[in-house]
């Protein structure tokens, strides 16, 4: 496995800061670790420092990318000679909550798909939920004001917060059913060439169900407990642009030492 990171923008041989931890233990392990320009990248350019190795499986591990930017930087490591982990198809599958959420249907909270501009009265009047969880196609909004909405208007002020705050509204907008779920209990889990990890012993069946279903080499899923006692799949993501979180970083270099075994 051959590692992919976003350079520090003033230093193309030093990693982003934002990844140094991560990537001076995977390099520490021994595993091959290549850094390249996203300024550079964005114009055009695709250098990596050191050179990809002929037929080296490469993951990237950096930035949010749209599909479209990450169908770029996949033609690009190929043309460089390295072999992508995740495809295009793959990445779009586990980035996008429309992709994932009709293999998975059962294991989330129930969804409605809208347009930026679509009639969010019509949509409420038509799911009458207790409440509403609003986001784009990938994230949620993260200011105090939070993602959860009780009425029409409070969608309409989340997806402008959203695009206020992003700068625009990725995809489109998902409103999903509000359930409740215990404090604390949400856990992000790793899914690498169909084996499901968590950062301790213990696994959930359903990460293993999530495993099973979604056809992708490395993605992570965030899982939460309802308060009824059922564990519910709140986030899919692709695992090259998905954080740590709460994971001791000694913990995930095992998980990309050991894809091989």
């Not at 051959?2 to 030093?14: E, G, T, V």
Request: hydrophobic share 35%.
């Amino acid at each position: 496995m051959h590692l992919l990171f976003p350079s520090d923008p003033f230093n193309k041989k030093s990693v982003d800061e934002t990844y140094a931890i991560e990537y001076e233990a995977l390099c520490s392990a021994g595993l091959r670790c290549s850094l390249f320009s996203t300024l550079d990248f964005d114009q055009g350019i695709f250098s990596p420092w050191p050179h990809l190795t002929a037929d080296a499986k490469v993951l990237y591990r950096g930035w949010m990318l749209t599909p479209e930017e990450y169908g770029r930087l996949h033609k690009a490591i190929s043309t460089s000679g390295g072999v992508p982990v995740t495809s295009p198809h793959q990445y779009r599958l586990c980035h996008y909550l429309p992709e994932w959420y009709p293999l998975l249907h059962d294991c989330t909270p129930e969804t409605i798909f809208a347009s930026r501009d679509a009639d969010f009265e019509y949509i409420v009047a038509k799911h009458v939920w207790p409440a509403y969880f609003v986001k784009d196609y990938v994230k949620s909004l993260t200011t105090k004001r939070g993602s959860v909405a009780s009425s029409a208007d409070d969608v309409s002020e989340i997806v402008s917060l959203i695009e206020q705050f992003r700068g625009e509204v990725e995809g489109g907008v998902c409103i999903r059913k509000y359930e409740d779920l215990r404090p604390n209990t949400e856990e992000r889990y790793f899914v690498l060439n169909g084996r499901a990890y968590g950062r301790g012993h213990n696994v959930p069946e359903l990460v293993h169900e999530i495993a099973r279903r979604i056809m992708s080499p490395f993605f992570s899923a965030d899982v939460a407990m309802r308060t009824d006692g059922t564990p519910r799949l709140i986030e899919l993501g692709d695992g090259q642009v998905s954080s740590l979180k709460s994971w001791p970083v000694e913990a995930f270099v095992s998980l990309i030492a050991n894809s091989d075994e």
